[in-house]
């Protein structure tokens, strides 16, 4: 089946290839290995490596990928979408603000061409400002930079051989396996200086009539991953290399790109030890049906189906396995069983550590049609509910790398607030006051703190929407778990109660991060 790109906004009306259809049918896979504690903090320095079933950072320290899906390049747009509605800073700061740590790049080999130019974003009012005139590999630049710069890392994946659709294999007669790997090592050579990058996703989705250990090599997938991922390394061997299921394996058939099952026999084997993740999809009854879904025993039967088709990696040691792509529109109670259940396999973050599987989301994007997003369709509303059910298995985010290579630049984004003091009542003996939160900045705001100090007596008998310590006549206040985060030009209030009143009104200061 195909999952849909769906319009969100008319701007991009024009850009009909929008309304193509993204990719296919998906299937799922799992280890022991070093106990998993909880990622240490400033986990995730460096280049990564594997170890058994976890990913380590360059210090030894195992990571974990909890991150979104951000698509687009891989479309007749040839950069991310919702370009048309925000700047990419804001969003990239909203995403690591919900505690999302890695980003998911889907790409064309279009983008590589020089008469390949971007469309659909909007310059106005300074938005996406240090973008106009750039092509597809630039703008890619400047989100890695930016993502970086956020302490997110990047996975790219190359999602289809052009912007017309998916292909079953990782070449079509308009765009060879040859071109396919220069492409692949044009990337790894682009960001070989700038471990913001840590892998490339070799080809999304391959299914029928493509093969794992069969040994033809026109359609054998494990052998073509071999090819693409030593060419890969042979550029920059500190990258992994992530490699997708296919879509049938003896007989056995599942999503595209979810079946695993020929890892046993047939692993991926590469010219650098301890770089291969392996990758699958998993999806609801929102993108397609699946015979466990109408199993008397779902969902308590899908642990067993995860286990058969990817699973077993992990449980076995024998590699990490990352689902870089699971969604729904949480429409119907089967998904929402099936999501709850996918993430209760996926181990918790609080539990587990990094010992865990490695995860993106599909998608931030609310235009996808048969799963829409975390983002709702106005390019900015939270899916709280959709967000709600991955909180569990998020994770710490990385150490910033300060700016990015491959010629891209973050441009200076800035976080800032101001707090405004107001006395709501006074009645001599105690008084209500509230404070206004603004954000003054060029970029969102994911915590806040205000402090003032009084020139009498006061002290603080309540408060709500914050907490807060006073220390003799100081007070400081800190944002709630719900209203920390403050989009650029939002803002957010608290409020409390004081006593004796009379006091005058206190300047106040504001920091944020």
Known sequence: ??????????????????????????????????????????????????????????????????????????????????????????????????????????????????????????????????LQGLNPLQIMDRIVAYAGQDGLRVILDRHRPDAGGQSALWYTSAVPESTWIADLKALAARYASDPTVVGIDLHNEPHDPACWGCGDTSVDWRLAAQRAGNAVLSVNPGLLVFVEGVQTYNGVSGWWGGNLMGVARYPVQLDVANRVVYSAHDYATSVAQQSWFSDPAFPANMP??????????????????????????????????????????????????????QWTFWSWNPDSGDTGGILKDDWVTVDTVKDGYLASIKAPLFPGTGGGGGGGGGGGSKVACSASYTVSSDWGSGFNASVTVTNTGTAAIGSWRVTWTWSGSQQVTNAWNASYTQSGETVTAVNAAHNGTIPVGGSASFGFGGAPGGGAVPSVSCTAT
């Open 1 to 130: 089946m195909f999952r849909l790109h769906r319009l969100g906004r008319a701007l991009c009306a024009a850009a009909a290839a929008l309304l193509l259809p993204l990719a296919g049918t998906h299937t799922a896979h799992a280890g022991t290995a070093p106990a998993g504690a909880a990622a240490e903090a400033g986990a995730g320095t460096g280049y990564w490596h594997t170890s058994g079933r976890q990913i380590l950072d360059a210090a030894g320290q195992p990571v974990r990928i909890a991150g979104i899906n951000w698509f687009g390049f891989e479309t007749a747009n040839y950069v991310v979408h919702g370009l048309w509605s925000r700047d990419y800073k804001s969003m990239i700061d909203q995403m690591r603000s919900l505690g999302y740590n890695t980003i998911r790049l889907p790409y064309s080999d279009d983008i590589f061409k020089s008469t390949t130019v971007p469309n659909s974003i909007d310059f106005s009012n300074g938005k996406n400002a240090d």
């Open 304 to 357: 067993g189906v995860w286990d058969s088709y990817w699973g077993y990696i992990f449980k076995q040691n024998i590699a990490p396995v990352w689902i870089g792509e699971f969604g729904t529109t949480l429409a119907s109670t089967v998904d929402q069983k099936w999501l709850a259940a996918l993430v209760s396999y996926l181990r918790p973050t609080s539990t587990h550590g990094a010992d865990s599987f």
